[in-house]
């Protein structure tokens, strides 16, 4: 098993920017889809951003156009690029494999909020 450490959250502005970090295996990267999830106060955990172990990449129609998920196989470190944040994008995100296989982490908070 892997610990989970995701990181790059903050406060910021509607409109602004933020890039999400998670360091993970090169046996998650070789074997699994990975995701980046978010968990809102008082609702239930969801996937946003999917990339596949061919890197092909999928998203919410949330976050669609707005969040592009990369992933560089030399650092094994899995990002999620989040652009024109809006206050409904306020969060805990964390990342995990599809389907789920690691403990989760603590996630990194992004509030959005003028």
């Known amino acids: 098993q892997v610990q989970l450490v995701e990181s790059g959250g903050g406060l910021v502005q509607p409109g602004g920017s933020l890039t999400l970090s998670c360091p993970v295996s090169?046996?998650?990267?070789?074997?699994?889809?990975l995701g980046w999830y978010r968990q809102a106060s008082g609702k239930q955990r969801e996937l946003v951003a999917a990339?596949?172990?061919?890197?092909?990449?999928d998203y919410s129609d949330d976050v669609k156009g707005r969040f592009v998920v990369s992933r560089d196989d030399a650092k094994n470190i899995l990002f999620l690029e989040m652009r024109h944040l809006r206050s409904e994008d306020t969060a805990l995100y964390f990342c995990?494999?599809?389907?789920?296989?690691?403990?989760w982490g603590q996630g990194t908070q992004v509030t959005v909020s003028s």
């Open positions: 990339m596949t172990t061919s890197r092909a990449t």
């Open positions: 995990n494999t599809l389907p789920i296989e690691q403990p």
């Open positions: 090169s046996s998650m990267v070789a074997l699994y889809a």
